[in-house]
């Protein structure tokens, strides 16, 4: 997510998917090889629309770079960052929430 196409593209459907009404959101940067202002400015951006509106942001899988570059400016202080998708999305659950299977008929 570098200047140009790819932030604007982020910054484009981060919006839309707040303005679909999605409150809770997991951005997976996995395959992020860079992030630059630009993309930076458009997760912050999301994460203080969806907090304002009771909804949440939550990152995962930042490697390389993007983890250096979200380390450098502190953005795990206030946005919960992740190493695994799957803890990512636990997440979210409520407290004391576990899945159960349903009863055999």
Known sequence: MTI???SDLLNVHLKK??????R????NLED?????????????????SLSRQG???KLACPRG???????????A???????????ALASFRPRGYAARSLPEI
């Open 4 to 6: 140009g196409v790819d």
């Open 17 to 22: 998917l707040v303005a679909q009404g999605v």
């Open 24 to 27: 809770k959101l997991l951005l």
């Open 32 to 48: 992020a090889t860079q992030l630059d202002s630009l993309g930076i400015s458009a997760v912050v951006g999301t994460y203080v």
């Open 55 to 57: 909804g949440s942001l």
């Open 65 to 75: 770079r993007v983890r250096d570059v979200l380390r450098v400016i502190r953005v």
């Open 77 to 87: 202080d206030f946005i919960p960052t992740f190493e695994d998708e799957t803890q």
